[in-house]
Nanobody
Framework: QVQLVESGGGLMQPGGSLRLSCAVS????????MAWFRQPPGKEREFVAA????????YYADFAKGRFTISRDSAKTTVSLQMNSLKPEDTAVYYC???????????????????WGQGTQVTVSS
């Protein structure tokens, strides 16, 4: 099946930047939707950003608009999340996710995704 492995997390001061990467391997589809979710301590997992199927259109949570950018390479072997102007509220475990057949109205919900990475910790603090 599909394997997803996140990397690039760490500690950053407020206002700084981090770039997360998700390495994709196994049996993939050109029509797969790729997404990032995050889970702050003690809270539910929440949607961050996604690239919908083969069209490449991107979608963002309100807190991510203007600060975060999701992208992928042409071979779909790597999905990235560039995070700028980081805030303490961005502290969370960040997860990469993938699904082959979800519809647009479902892309913000964790239950819509079949494949998940192990997560990478992002901590924003002075």
């Amino acid at each position: 099946q599909v394997q997803l492995v996140e990397s690039g997390g760490g500690l950053m001061q407020p206002g700084g930047s981090l770039r997360l990467s998700c390495a994709v391997s196994g049996r993939t589809s050109s029509s797969s939707t790729m997404a990032w979710f995050r889970q702050p301590p003690g809270k539910e997992r929440e949607f961050v950003a996604a690239i919908f199927r083969s069209g490449g259109r991107t979608y963002y949570a309100d807190f991510a608009k203007g600060r975060f950018t999701i992208s992928r390479d042409s071979a779909k072997t790597t999905v990235s999340l560039q995070m700028n102007s980081l805030k303490p509220e961005d502290t969370a475990v960040y997860y990469c996710a993938s699904d082959e057949r979800l519809i647009l109205s479902s892309l913000r919900f964790p239950d819509s995704y079949d494949y998940w990475g192990q997560g990478t910790q992002v901590t924003v603090s002075s």
